[in-house]
């Protein structure tokens, strides 16, 4: 009865954090060249090493949270994978607040699947398509990369009742209930 839903390779379940990546230093560095690289004019040249300090800081900090969002996603995939067995407690679509595009608001659609197993909420981010296969109250196993925080353990205890978010996911697969 074993029916796979889902599968996609690590790479695959990264993606979006090697996009975000990408940009953070293209920008960044594209920032600090501009800053460094920049043609000086004779006219008002307070002004304008005013702007460059200011845009080689705005790169600087670009870069900062990009190296940052490097280690994190790092530590994340060297942790390792984890295999979940649990029952669907419920589906949800979850629409957010994603900001604005030409004064209007635009809104984001999440499709979650919140689920609970050994003393851990954990809610799933799927596809659309994905989503639409998973029937609450049956149960799955879910292969995940587990989110980790910046300073791991170091912060952060293990305790039951604990809540977790992931999005990571390489494989869903329908199981037959323990």
Not at 46 to 54: A, K, L, M
Not at 132 to 143: L, R, V
């Amino acid at each position: 009865m074993d029916t796979v839903i889902y599968t996609a390779s690590p790479l695959q379940a990264f993606l979006i954090n090697i996009i975000v990546i990408g940009f953070l230093f293209v920008v960044g560095g594209g920032g600090i060249a501009l800053a460094v690289f920049r043609t000086k004019s004779r006219k008002n040249k307070t002004q304008e090493n005013i702007e460059r300090i200011g845009l080689g800081c705005a790169s600087v900090v670009l870069l900062l949270a990009g190296a940052l969002t490097s280690f994190v996603s790092a530590n994340t995939f060297l942790t390792g994978d984890e295999m979940v067995t649990v029952m669907v407690d419920d589906k949800q679509i979850v629409e957010s607040n994603c900001g604005t595009k030409k004064n209007r608001f635009r809104t984001c659609t999440s499709y979650v699947v919140e689920t609970y197993s050994d003393q851990n909420y954990i809610d799933f981010t799927v596809t659309q398509k994905t989503w639409e296969q998973i029937e609450p109250g049956s149960c799955y196993q879910f292969t995940y990369y587990p989110p980790q925080s910046l300073l791991g353990d170091y912060l952060q205890e293990t305790t039951t009742d604990s809540y977790e978010s992931a999005s990571n996911i390489t494989r869903i697969e329908q199981v037959s209930c323990p």
